[in-house]
């Protein structure tokens, strides 16, 4: 279930976290032109609906049943947005919540059913008492998972007090593949399998063992559903990525703090140090990593001096820069909306405000209006996703780095970057091993080639390639610090 399937030519995904349906269809013509490969939706099943804080973005964590009226939309819009973003060859993978229902407390969720989390009761499925783990299997008399070097508790036990489903059961695997297959019916072609780490590997594999192939209206016959695990694994616990990557792809969280660190300067880190990025660096193998510089999670609750996001706007830029330039992994690109922080001894106390909007409803997206910050509209993103696309399957290339914060590297003639991330204008000639050419910067510009555009002034124009693949490259130091150039 690692393998993906894109429109030709396309290879990266971007989470619209908190999207409503509607929008993400509005917005698929626009991934489409720029060669995004698929969309990351918000978990689309319904959940619970949170009054204490009021309405945060994690109630759509807990789920209540597998009906779709949710934040997001209704069942009608979530299939005609599915049927649309296909139809322009742009995929929709869903964030798949289901190692759990909700946690404590009864109520009703966003789609009419009645739930007791208390009574492990979910009508709407339905789920009962012995649908969930308890004494027999969680070894904690909290019921909580206490010991992450436990790998029993750690699959067994609650995650934060959420119900925690008996994944070994046949009863359990029909309900969750049943959801998935409905979602695979409708068009879906992945899922994000979140909290993988608290599911027994062989849970997994069954479960998805039970997925219908992928819609023949839209893919080749016989195509698989794509995975990509949810294991949080900094190398010191009990439960490793390397686990699960037999059955997908698995995350490697890894990758958005160690760029974050490089590019901060952080722990004596070096931009050239990023020679042999990847396996190199004790890494997944990058065939079975799927990566990210910040998530959902990260961006609010992660390590905040070493993971980077729309806030440090041009470190920002430079790692996701890196990240699409480099050949490492799966790549997501994160797509946010802005909340006002209220940091408290290194602790983000609003970290769980949910979406622009009132009452638990979203407003619509307007990119760059300050609610809705649209990361992979970033011309500097965006158009390094063109780049990655161009330069896919080719090799790393033409490295060159000063020992210090300034590297360039080449993907055997389809493109070259220069990153300076050191005071001073960096000025010189490089061999790019592009083919002899007048090329433009498409982290300023809007072409890749002559006529290279204007955004707003800042456009650093021509590059010329001789036929040797010479390049004499000026790449000032400050905003945008980098010139790349592709086929
Ligand atoms: C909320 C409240 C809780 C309450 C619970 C039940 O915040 O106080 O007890 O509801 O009522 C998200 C939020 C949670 C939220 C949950 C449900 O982050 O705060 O709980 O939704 O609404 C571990 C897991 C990993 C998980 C992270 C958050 O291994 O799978 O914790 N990530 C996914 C999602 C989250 C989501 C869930 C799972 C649950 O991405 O957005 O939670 O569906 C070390 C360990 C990691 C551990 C990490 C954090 O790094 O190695 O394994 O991650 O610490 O604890």
Avoid at 280 to 293: E, M, P, R, S, T
């Amino acid at each position: 279930f690692g393998t993906y399937y894109c429109q030709s030519g396309r290879d990266v995904v971007v989470h619209l976290f908190e999207w409503k349906w509607a929008d993400i269809q509005r917005e698929c013509s626009w991934l489409a032109e720029h060669g995004y490969c698929a969309v990351q939706v918000s978990p689309p099943m319904e959940h619970r609906i949170v009054t204490d804080p009021p309405y945060p973005w994690w109630q759509r964590y807990q789920p209540v049943s597998y009906s779709m009226n949710s934040r997001s939309g209704s069942e009608q819009q979530f299939r005609d947005m599915v049927g649309a973003c296909n139809d322009l060859g742009v995929y929709i993978y869903i964030d798949d919540v289901i190692n759990h229902m909700t946690g404590g407390g009864a109520g009703v969720g966003s789609d009419g059913s009645s739930f007791d989390g208390d009574a492990r009761d979910y009508p709407g499925v339905p789920f009962g008492p012995f649908d969930f783990n308890g004494p027999e299997q969680c070894p904690t008399a909290s019921g909580e998972i206490e010991d992450y070097g436990d790998p029993i508790q750690v699959r067994n036990c609650m995650l934060v007090g959420l119900r925690d489903l008996r994944g070994g059961t046949a009863y359990v695997q029909d309900q969750t593949a049943g959801y998935m297959n409905k979602l695979i019916d409708w068009g879906v072609a992945g899922f994000r399998l979140d909290a993988a780490k608290h599911m027994w590997p062989a849970d997994v594999s069954d479960t998805f063992a039970k997925l219908h192939d992928l819609n023949a209206q839209w893919f080749p016959s016989g195509t698989k559903a794509y995975v990509y695990q949810e294991v949080i694994d900094w190398g010191s616990e009990a439960v490793s990525g390397s686990e699960y990557t037999g059955i997908g792809r698995v995350t490697e969280f890894r990758h958005g703090k160690n760029i974050g660190d490089v590019v901060r300067k952080n722990f004596g880190q070096r931009m050239s140090y990023l020679s042999n990025y990847g396996e190199g660096w004790g890494q997944l193998n990058g065939l079975d990593a799927f990566v990210f510089i910040d998530n959902h999670d990260t961006q609010r609750t992660g390590d905040l001096n070493s993971i980077l996001t729309f806030r440090q706007s041009n470190m920002y830029k430079i790692a996701n820069a890196f990240q699409l330039a480099w050949q490492y992994g799966h790549v997501r690109i994160m797509s946010s909306y802005y909340w006002q922080q209220d940091i408290q001894d290194g602790r983000d106390h609003n970290e769980w405000i949910g979406p622009p909007g009132s009452g638990g409803s979203t407003s619509d997206v307007v990119c760059f209006d300050g609610d809705w910050i649209c990361e992979h509209r970033w011309r500097q993103i965006s158009n390094m996703v063109r780049f990655h696309n161009v330069a896919l399957g080719y090799p790393v290339s033409n490295w060159w780095d000063n020992g210090g914060d300034r590297i360039a590297f080449g993907r055997s003639g389809r493109g070259f970057i220069v990153i300076n991330n050191e005071n001073g204008e960096l000025s010189q000639s490089f061999s790019t091993g592009l083919p002899e050419g007048q090329y433009c910067d498409v982290i300023t510009c809007d072409n890749n080639r002559p006529p290279c555009g204007d955004s707003g002034g800042a456009c650093r124009g021509e590059f010329s390639v001789d036929g040797s693949g010479q390049a004499l490259i000026t790449v000032p130091a400050g905003e945008d610090p980098m010139v790349a150039l592709h086929v």
